[in-house]
């Protein structure tokens, strides 16, 4: 069964790094990764308008 993955990551954070994102699709086939270019490691409190949106893409909703 495949269920719909998506993994955020931070454009100004650096706990998730290009070598993690390649790993990560390796083991998750099909995950959808979404980089929120104003974010540092706390998404959501960094960058709101990013975050929803990112969240909103992978839904196939907007959020705000």
């Known amino acids: 069964m495949r269920v719909p993955t998506l993994l ?4 100004r954070g650096d706990v998730v790094r290009a070598e993690d994102v390649e790993e990560i ?7 959808l990764v979404s980089h ?3 974010a540092g ?3 959501p409190w960094d960058d709101e308008a990013g975050f ?4 909103g ?7 705000l």
């Open 8 to 11: 955020m990551t931070a454009g």
């Open 25 to 31: 699709r390796e083991l998750v086939p099909g995950v």
């Open 36 to 38: 929120v270019a104003d």
């Open 41 to 43: 490691h706390m998404i």
């Open 52 to 55: 929803y949106c990112a969240f």
């Open 57 to 63: 893409d992978f839904l196939s909703a907007p959020l």
